[in-house]
């Protein structure tokens, strides 16, 4: 791939400063070792016409190689690793494997996940929040105490990294104001294991460094 563009928000509020999902791309990117330009757009360009031709649903990340371009982060860190045997292997297997894992991320983890933290980081103090709450934490113990059994033994999701612990590791941060993943080792051990290596740490301090460039002057 060559002349990448990775497009995410100019700017993001200090909760969710290292959880928008542009990072999950970047975080690809450099795992794969492609270098890429970041575009940002402020969060009320998301319903102009032209961004809305890049991504239907006005959200981020959108991307661009050579002229095509995807949304939807989870189908372009598949399109990214389909390339980089550093993120997918090379036998057929290995390669439903990840695509299984990829899915399991999103579809399986993530939707009671991201339910606990949109309550929490968006809605905490409003009333049905603290009614829905309780079921919200269960549903999601649910998820990692599964997840937990399955990475026993294990330092990612297929023995060895791929594009599936990006998408997977990426979703537990979400929760990462809890102490619902902490609440077992294993899957503590694994969030820690992920954001240690050198191309999370890379693709983070740039997204960060962006967001500080651009954050508004207190009046």
Known sequence: MESIKVTGFRWAPPFAQGLVRDLRVRWALEEAGLPYKAEVIDVEDRNSDAYRAKHPFGMVPSFEANGRGLFESGAIVHQ???SSEALMPADRDGRADTVTWIFAALNT???PVNSLSVMDLQHSEEPWVKLGRPAAVEAVKVRLNALAAWLEGRDYLL???????????TVLRLIRHTDL?????????????CEARPAFQKALDEQLAGYSRNAPVAA
């Open 80 to 82: 990214i690793a389909e």
């Open 109 to 111: 983890v993530e939707p």
């Open 159 to 169: 023995g060895r990294f791929t594009a599936a612990d990006i998408l997977m590791a």
């Open 181 to 193: 993943v902490a609440g077992f080792p294993t899957l503590d051990a694994y969030v820690k294991r």
